[in-house]
């Protein structure tokens, strides 16, 4: 019986979890750049179980099936499946089309330089001519920052990265990409810095100008699997019920006998 509530408990601490990522997910559904995450689950391995000692059949010993003890909680992983492109006709709004990440520089609570890689590609010009993000982290090309010409008006970014300001080179916007990707550690909705093993390599995608890569989450989808969880979840809460009230007969009503 007690072994029951166990079961039943893991396949809420699952559902929960997976409640929680879809709910993530959602509330990224607008965030430029985002990259969906999922969670794996897998079960307990099947133990045989034995009739043991039961008198209405001569007190022999006999298997009577298997039995799971329940889910284990996995690992949350990212897809990072190309999102679509959405046309703003911002001058310095970039997407990735391809597989790479944007470099940016940013700094830690120490004040060290910290390089981290996002595909979000919302940046503007600050008033010293440096493009930026959204938390003012400057983008990195072949020569570092890239800081264009404050009084330049035309800015045109070719789709290999490379920028010209009234005709003028300026930088390269370089792409990095990764070997694996499982080597990425997500931070905040959509930036990512490489952890212990990983290894970079050139990216090769095209960069648009103008455009900016939208979530690759599916609100449709997510929205069928939440309410498969919430029943998922419903259905272990009401075997927890079950045992409970089971439980409450043997020890109030048989235990009197």
């Known amino acids: 019986m007690v072994r029951g509530l166990y079961t ?3 396949g809420m601490a699952n559902e929960q979890k997976r409640l929680d990522i879809i709910s993530n997910n959602l509330a990224n559904a607008a965030t430029v750049g985002y990259k969906k995450d999922s969670v794996t689950n897998q079960s307990f391995n099947d133990f045989l179980t034995l009739k043991i000692k039961d008198s209405s059949e001569g007190y022999n010993d006999r298997p009577i099936g298997t039995m799971n003890l329940g ?15 959405r046309e703003t006709g911002n001058t310095f709004d970039l997407a990735i089309e391809g597989k790479g ?3 940016i520089a940013t700094k830690d609570e120490n004040g060290n330089e910290v390089t981290k890689y996002t595909r979000d590609g919302s940046f503007t010009r600050n008033q010293d001519g440096k493009i930026v993000d959204v938390n003012g982290n400057s983008l990195m090309g072949e020569s570092g920052e890239i800081t264009i010409p404050v009084d330049a008006g035309n800015i045109a970014i070719d789709t290999d990265g490379s920028i010209y ?8 916007i370089t792409t990095t990409d990764f070997e694996d990707y499982n080597y990425l550690k ?29 979530s690759n989450v599916n609100v449709i989808s997510e929205m069928i699997d ?10 272990n809460q009401k075997v927890i019920q079950t045992v409970d009230g089971t439980l409450d007969l043997a020890a109030n009503s048989v235990g009197k006998i």
């Open 71 to 85: 889910v284990k909680l996995g690992e949350t992983y990212t897809d990072y499946k190309q999102g679509s492109l």
């Open 101 to 103: 990440f944007f470099k």
């Open 226 to 235: 939440m309410i498969a969880v919430s029943r998922a979840y419903e259905a």
């Open 8 to 10: 039943a408990w893991t």
């Open 186 to 214: 997500k931070q905040g909705d959509s930036m990512y810095v490489p952890v212990e093993g990983a290894t970079t390599v050139n990216g090769t995608a095209a960069i648009r100008q103008g455009y900016t890569e939208q």
């Open 165 to 172: 300001a009234d005709g003028v080179y300026v930088d390269k």
